[in-house]
Structure formats: structure tokens, C-alpha cells
């Protein structure tokens, strides 16, 4: 399994930006598909953005299109979050997990089998 570490996360006011970092290391981590999940108190963990092993195709919730941008730089075995124009209800712990198995990008949860300790973004209003 890869582990992952998320970073970057805090307290940033509406409108704001904040960058996310993940990451990997003990597999190879153009190997897997990577993806940024959020869970909200009391709210299941929900896909945010997804991105292929080589970067070249990438995905996005509905919620943060046009907001968010993901990307990885697979030499530095990170991968990143940029989130602009950040809202209050963006409010969550952030996780990166990573997808092993298949060809393309899915957002179910229990597609990644492996998966950071979290970060906590706040946006306040």
C-alpha cells in the first residue's frame, strides 16, 4: 500500500484560497489514480476532484468546478489541491486517497483503498 499524508489545510476566510498537498511514499505513486475527498460532521465522505496516473485527465465535483484545481507532480510523488474563491459550506476534513486498480478516475470512497489521516479546512463567513 501507498501511504499518504495530507497538508496545507487551516482556517481561511469566504473567497479565500488554501492549497492541499498529499503526499505519497512505499509504492510506486504513478501507479495509482489519485483523488481528494472531503466528510463534513454528520455528512458521509464525498468525491471532490479525481486525477489519472499520468495527470493528463482530471475531475471535478459539481460543488467546486471551476473553483478547485487538482494536479500531481509524479517525480516529486505529490499530489496538490489548489482551491480559490473557498465558501462556507467547503468546511470539512479533506482526505487524498489512492485508487489501485482500473483505468479511469471513479468517486465512490470504496474504490481507493488507501487513504491519509486527513486535514481540516475551515471557511468561515
Known amino acids: 500500500q501507498v501511504q499518504l499524508v495530507e497538508s496545507g489545510g487551516g482556517l481561511v476566510q469566504a473567497g479565500g484560497s488554501l492549497r492541499l498537498s498529499c503526499a505519497a511514499s512505499?509504492?510506486?505513486?504513478?501507479?495509482?489514480?489519485m483523488g481528494w475527498f472531503r466528510q463534513a460532521p454528520g455528512k458521509e465522505r464525498e468525491f471532490v476532484a479525481g486525477i489519472n496516473r499520468s495527470g493528463g485527465r482530471t475531475y471535478y465535483a459539481d460543488s467546486v468546478k471551476g473553483r478547485f484545481t487538482i494536479s500531481r507532480d509524479n517525480v516529486k510523488i505529490t499530489m496538490y489541491l489548489q482551491m480559490n474563491n473557498l465558501k462556507p459550506e467547503d468546511t470539512a476534513v479533506y482526505y487524498c486517497?489512492?485508487?489501485?486498480?482500473?483505468?479511469?478516475?471513479?468517486?465512490?470512497?470504496?474504490?481507493?483503498?488507501?487513504w491519509g489521516q486527513g486535514t481540516q479546512v475551515t471557511v468561515s463567513s
Open positions: 512505499g509504492r510506486t505513486f504513478s501507479n495509482y489514480i
Open positions: 486517497g489512492a485508487k489501485r486498480l482500473g483505468a479511469e478516475v471513479t468517486t465512490a470512497p470504496r474504490d481507493f483503498g488507501s
